[in-house]
């Protein structure tokens, strides 16, 4: 029985919540086998007490029926996350560092697709821009690009003499996208390891100017690419954005975790299609009425707004015009990212 035996071993470990194992995340700090007693020595920096417990028990899991492993001890040691710096465990500041040119990083997250995350956090840029505020949107959605299409532009990105790539600009925002990169059938076929470096391009070799907000629109989930991003660089806080429904609050709960179990504060909630308003006026709660409301309520953060659903921000999205381009006056789909962007920068100022 030899230490590299019990290291591949406890790659069947995942960490809680995420798809990546102990191993990988450099939480094994130290294995050492003698006869009849084989001692696995780990560090996490947490402020959750079921963290450690669960990663306990599926070690010993995993140990214990092994043979000649013998008696199998698992020493944890808890770290606060504030103070884990020097450590590179997950949860620590190592790695990550604030993005030139950018004062603010807020993420754009939910728990699963289909809820309109790409337009709220599309037409929220726009509206942070029109309060005066200069914005970038970094579309983090490898396998799934969408803003390309919602700003309207097919550009191609180039790269300025220290080879940083220059984000495209498309209604005043600075972007970057995967789909600048690829003609527009292509599939993007990337694995784990690749799909990380090209995020960590995307947040670290960009020449974003002056920014006061840089929104990173997540793909949908729990993954990887998410948990690159928040070692990568220091994000400000996170978005959670989620339908009325029971079905979209459950999936929002587990990004809500996500984020808490990485150090990341929830800014808030943005309630996307909250409701459907006819031509006679009458709303028509077609994903349910308040969830929003009452999760923002349970979650204690404020709940940044509620999104009505109209066909005009669908094909607004389409064309490449935002919704949040029109007049607030005129469209009440725009007052209420307007609104939403106010009690964004109200909580985040610059």
């Known amino acids: ?130 309060a005066g505020a200069k914005v970038g949107l970094c579309d983090c959605d490898l396998y799934g690009p969408s803003i390309a299409q919602m700003f309207g532009t097919t550009e191609r990105p180039l790269a300025n003499e220290h080879d940083e790539i220059i984000p495209i600009e498309a209604h005043g925002i600075q972007l970057m996208s995967m789909a600048f990169l690829l003609d527009g059938a292509s599939p993007v076929i990337v694995r784990g390891p690749m799909a990380t470096r090209y995020i960590q391009q995307f947040l670290r070799q960009v020449a974003w100017v002056d920014l006061d907000y840089l929104i990173l629109d997540l793909p949908p989930g729990t993954g990887d690419i998410q948990l690159t991003i928040v070692q990568t660089v220091s994000v400000d806080g996170a978005i959670i954005v989620t339908t009325p429904q029971e079905v979209a609050l459950i999936d929002a709960r587990k990004a809500v975790s996500m984020f808490g179990k990485v150090n990341v504060p929830i800014l808030g909630l943005i309630e996307n299609m909250s409701w459907f308003e006819c031509d006679a006026g009458k709303r028509y709660h077609l994903f349910g009425d308040g969830g929003g409301v009452r999760e923002a309520g349970l979650l204690g953060v404020p709940l940044f707004g509620q999104i009505p659903l109209e066909v005009a921000t669908r094909e607004r999205g389409d064309s490449g015009s935002p919704i949040a381009l029109v007049p607030p006056s005129q469209n009440q789909v725009s007052a209420a990212f307007h609104q939403t962007a106010a009690a964004v920068r109200a909580k985040l100022p610059v």
């Open 1 to 130: 029985m030899s230490s590299d035996f019990i290291r591949e071993a406890l790659r069947q470990v995942r960490y809680p919540g995420f798809s990546r194992d102990i191993v990988s995340f450099g939480l094994v700090k130290d294995i050492t086998c003698e006869p009849g007693l084989t001692t696995v020595r780990i560090e996490i920096a947490t402020a959750d007490p079921q963290v450690p417990e669960q990663i306990f028990r599926e070690c010993h899991a995993i140990l214990d029926p092994l043979p000649d492993v013998g008696h199998a001890k698992v020493e944890i040691e808890i770290k606060a996350p504030q103070a884990a710096a020097a450590g590179g465990g997950l949860g620590s500041t190592v790695g990550k560092s604030s993005i030139p040119g950018v004062k603010r990083v807020i993420a754009i997250a939910s728990g699963k697709g289909g809820v309109g995350k790409s337009t709220v956090a599309a037409n929220l840029a726009i509206a942070l821009a029109a």
